[in-house]
């Protein structure tokens, strides 16, 4: 695959895919686009608030949406929309975030447990999905999918954005799948996880 961050604006359909899901329900994989707005504040919207607790990289409400579908700067991180189609309308089943970059507060933190990372080799990942949509093997198709861009890309190093709550097993056995493994532990409003996989 011969891609580039450029691609995900200029050329969205080089990093779009569709899948079927096991249950043959067809999903379009696709960057977020500045029109955007009303699926994925209404996507938002729609998490549970166990989800939400679960996956909280920034607020989720209309306004978020608005901002983010306003500010697309894909020379720094891609937005992954999931959407399905019910009659004309197309609805937003999960959102994977990826910075293409690492943020501060996960520099530090790394760099004290003596693993520096690198913003032209790290990437960061932050996954959701819709309530409905979590155990239907969505997210495993997404990562798969997404893990082929990063090495595309040039990315060595996958880390997860903010890390995980040490009680979400589920998550983390599904980050393990792809190769995650745990570094250290660390406590914000509970107990995390970092975790970092090789590509």
Known sequence: MNISLADFDAHPEKVSKKIVLPNEREVLLRPL???????????????????????????????????????????????????VKEGEIEQVVAYFITFFYVYDGDRKRYEEWGIPLNDATDCQIAPSAADDYQGTGLGRMMMEHLVELYRALGYQ?????????????????????????????????????????NL
């Open 33 to 83: 686009r500045p029109d955007d707005a009303s699926i994925l504040g209404t996507y938002f919207l729609s998490l549970s608030q166990e989800t939400r607790n679960l996956f909280a990289p920034h607020p989720f409400d209309r306004a978020t949406a608005d901002a983010l579908c306003a500010q697309i700067d894909s020379t720094r991180e891609m937005r992954l929309l999931a959407t």
């Open 157 to 197: 190093r996958m880390v997860l954005l903010g890390g995980v709550r040490q009680h979400n097993k589920q998550a983390i056995g599904f980050y393990k799948r792809f190769g995650f493994r745990t570094v250290a532990e660390f406590t914000t409003k509970a107990p995390n996880y970092h975790m970092i996989a």
